[in-house]
């Protein structure tokens, strides 16, 4: 049983101090966090233990009733790994600080490459993570590109894949802080960044992608053209994507025929949240002309990365050293079918 730590406990913070506790191979010890709103009272309702990042930060958190189990320090010295979920480039500081107690760690997709020199997959690079000192958990959209991708050049048909990402504005929760409305903004350079991460996981794809920002907030959508490396039907392909456990066909034809429409299902299915950690890749929609393969599919920005942070967890502190135990672990843990 590993002791885990979470800092930061916002949008994705929550999710994965939520996961880590459905786990009964490892424990959280507890959040820190500089809130002192109604996101970390949350914490504190659920009886997960209240640790304060700043001097500040306690006196902030006391003032209100919250019970604070002590700082950050304090946090580190009973953990034997730190899941950072801070905003961007906050990780990257509080790195120096996990470095300098020896104390492994995992960073999110916000944070470059290069803060880890490893980026985690679980179907893809599993082994390569094993018992390392830290890694960073890719993004959202990364995430999805290499279940696919992977699930593609496991069957031997992947050549090339040229994505288009219509990305959402905002987080929903701060859709009021900021975004953008009645207009859609490109990303300046093709390729956008997603592609390139791809490949910081797997240097061996030919991936190219294009994104364009959209004025909505539930998530993102992504149009894939493929070119295949041998003949083949489709439902040699959508074989294929059945490979993967976290990538879910949908079908448009059974009234899926939008972001929205699935995000309802995923709250009628009971999902803390509504999340969708899967892929949700429509089916009926896929095709084949040819040596070329279009798809399209819908990425949760907030939940798709918490499994594969369950995982990297056990990689990096070698408590499963089997990727598919630890994918079948953690997929029953979260309700992934």
């Known amino acids: 049983m590993k002791n885990i730590a979470v800092i930061g406990y916002g949008v994705i913070g929550k999710r994965v101090a939520d996961a880590i506790n ?49 700082n950050l320090q304090g946090l580190l010295d009973k953990a034997d790994l730190v899941v950072d979920c801070t905003p961007k480039n ?16 995992i ?35 990364t995430t999805s590109i290499l279940r696919t991708l992977t699930a593609l050049k496991r069957a031997n048909l992947l050549d090339y894949a040229r994505g288009t990402l219509l990305r959402r504005a905002t987080d929903p929760w701060e859709s009021h802080l900021g975004g953008i409305m009645n207009t859609m903004v490109p990303e300046k350079d093709i ?22 920002k959209v004025p909505e907030t539930l998530s993102h959508m992504h149009y894939w053209n493929v070119k295949l490396k041998k003949q083949a039907t489709k439902d040699d392909v959508l074989n294929a994507f059945k490979t993967s456990s976290r990538i879910k066909l949908i079908r448009y034809d059974q009234g899926l025929v939008s972001n ?15 999340d969708m950690y899967e892929v949700a890749l429509w089916e009926d929609m896929l095709k084949v002309v040819g040596d070329e393969l279009f798809y399209a599919y ?9 499994p594969e942070t369950i995982d990297a967890i056990r990689a990096l502190t070698g408590i499963e050293t089997d990727a598919a135990k630890s994918i079948t672990k953690t997929n029953t843990s979260l309700g992934i079918n």
């Open 22 to 70: 459905l786990q009964d191979d490892m424990n959280l010890i507890g959040v820190c966090d500089v809130i002192s709103d109604w996101r970390i009272q949350n914490a504190a309702r659920r009886e997960y233990n209240i640790y304060a990042a700043t001097a500040e930060a306690e006196k902030e958190m006391k003032t209100i009733g919250i019970s604070v189990k002590g």
């Open 90 to 105: 906050i990780a990257a500081k509080n790195v120096i600080i996990y470095k300098k107690q020896g104390i492994k760690f």
């Open 260 to 274: 929205n429409t699935i995000k309802e299902m995923f709250l009628d299915m009971g999902r803390p949240w509504g």
């Open 107 to 141: 960073v999110q997709g916000g944070e470059k490459h290069e803060t880890t020199n490893h980026s985690f997959s679980a179907e893809n690079n599993y082994s390569s993570a094993l018992n390392l000192d830290a890694t960073r958990v890719v993004s959202c959209n």
């Open 298 to 306: 819908v990425v949760d920005n907030q939940a798709i990365v918490i």
């Open 191 to 212: 390729p956008s960044h997603q592609g390139p991460d791809a490949k910081s996981v797997d240097p061996d794809l030919d991936v190219i992608t294009s994104a364009v």
